[in-house]
């Protein structure tokens, strides 16, 4: 098994900035797929990327549109999404997520295991 912590998330200006992080324990992180996904009130769960068990993989959801980087430190046991140019609809609570066979998929029922979520906030 995993644990998740996610941390990072925070109140910010439209367009503007964040760095989530999400570090797990034990000493098999190397061996999981990652994945970020994110939940608006009212809204399902949404894919927003996925980090293969090195950084030379990586899927994102297509409203990302590059404005976020998913990277992976496997000696640190973290993986990181980059934030950039964000907007309102961008708020929602940050899940980072861990699935121990191979794919970069989409599906939150896909994941085994989940962090508690960090909210993200984007104000206009």
């Known amino acids: 098994q995993v644990q998740l912590v996610e941390s990072g998330g925070g109140l910010v200006q439209a367009g503007g900035s964040l760095r989530l992080s999400c570090t797990a324990s034990?000493?098999?992180?190397?061996?999981?797929?990652m994945g970020w996904f994110r939940q608006a009130p009212g809204k399902e769960r949404e894919f927003v990327a996925a980090?293969?068990?090195?950084?030379?993989?990586?899927h994102y959801g297509d409203f990302v549109k590059g404005r976020f980087t998913i990277s992976r430190d496997n000696a640190k046991n973290t993986v990181y999404l980059q934030m950039n140019s964000l907007n309102p609809e961008d708020t929602a609570v940050y899940y980072c997520?861990?699935?121990?066979?191979?794919?970069?998929?989409?599906?939150?029922?896909?994941?085994?295991?989940w962090g508690q979520g960090t909210q993200v906030t984007v104000s206009s």
């Open positions: 034990g000493r098999t992180f190397s061996m999981y797929y």
């Open positions: 997520a861990a699935r121990g066979l191979p794919g970069l998929l989409v599906g939150a029922t896909d994941y085994a295991y």
């Open positions: 980090i293969g068990r090195s950084s030379h993989t990586a």
